[in-house]
């Protein structure tokens, strides 16, 4: 099968801490991902929401709009208004030829707050996964209306980030949601990708490959950080260079098609993200390779 190679911006300019990478103008960004070789990108905060803007800028350099994060607050709306909210960013993605659309669900979200702790995270009772996996099959028939699959992003400090918590989504949801597979989600939550892959590859609609220093993310599980402490304190980083086991992973996915998306966020005034840029599609083209055609 095949599959894409992307990158998300957020290599170069946090989305959380706008301040983190501020300096670092669009053109910039595009340009070194273009120069790393990947095939196209993920929406980030400084990118134009409207199509006619958009296209001619990736255009300039070569690169495909991959998808974009949506904000969902279901547990706090019902399918129809959560559809009317989403339906300027599903005819954005739509509009720009993707396939995808990264639904993940905020309300009570902690991990955009840099003074909140981890164990502060929302978290679902047994008796409400039926009524939130419900809005969401409602709100996955809409974006498949749009020619999109809604791919579940699981996210530390949110609602859906233990494996317990994403077995408990996709059981309450119906086919038409698909499983965003974050591979350093998975592991910072405890979860193992691996079986994550195995279990649910045939509703995997999208895979963001993040790997994992595993000190400072011990860190930061043992003090009760926050997310964004991990964040700044290099606990992310490009496949290839941490702890997780890609080859593994890949190989509980040999029917996926798609795109693999570097997704590592860090300090770019300490990790230079272009060289970073060029380590990650490096390393995740050879893993790939490994089980899959590339496109």
């Given amino acids: 099968m095949s599959i894409s190679l992307g990158i998300n911006p957020i290599t170069w300019s946090n989305d959380d801490l706008q301040y983190v990478g501020a300096d670092i103008s669009l053109q910039t960004c595009l340009a070194q991902t273009a120069a790393a070789g990947f095939d196209g990108i993920e929406l980030g905060h400084k990118f134009p929401r409207d199509a006619e803007q958009l296209r001619p800028l990736l255009d300039e350099h070569g690169l495909a709009l991959v998808s974009g994060w949506y904000s969902g607050r279901l547990l706090t709306r019902d399918a129809a208004s959560e559809a009317d909210a989403m339906k300027k960013h599903a005819s954005l993605l739509a509009a720009m030829g993707c396939e995808v659309l990264i639904f993940a669900e905020v309300t009570g979200c902690i991990h955009s707050d840099i003074d909140a702790r981890l164990s502060q995270r929302p978290e679902l009772a047994a008796g409400d996964w039926r009524q939130f996996g419900e809005r969401m099959s409602e709100v996955a028939r809409v974006a498949a209306d749009y020619g999109l699959k809604l791919s579940y992003h699981h996210h530390m400090g949110t609602v859906v980030q233990s494996a317990a918590d994403i077995d ?79 080859p593994a992973v890949l190989a509980e996915l040999r029917d996926y098609s798609g795109w693999a998306v570097v997704e590592a966020e860090q300090d770019p005034s300490i990790a230079p993200p272009a060289r970073y840029a060029r380590l990650g599609h490096d390393n995740l083209r050879a893993l790939v390779r490994a089980e899959h055609d590339l496109v």
């Fill in 168 to 246: 408990a989504l996709m059981q309450a949801t119906s086919d038409d949601v698909y499983l965003l597979l974050d591979t350093g989600h998975a592991f910072f939550a405890g979860a193992d990708p691996v079986q994550l892959a195995a279990s649910y590859a045939d509703r995997i609609g999208h895979l963001h490959c993040k790997d994992i220093r595993e000190l400072p993310m011990r860190r930061c599980l043992n003090r009760d950080g926050s997310f964004l402490d991990a964040v700044l304190d290099g606990a992310f980083t490009v496949p290839g260079d941490g702890c997780i086991d890609f």
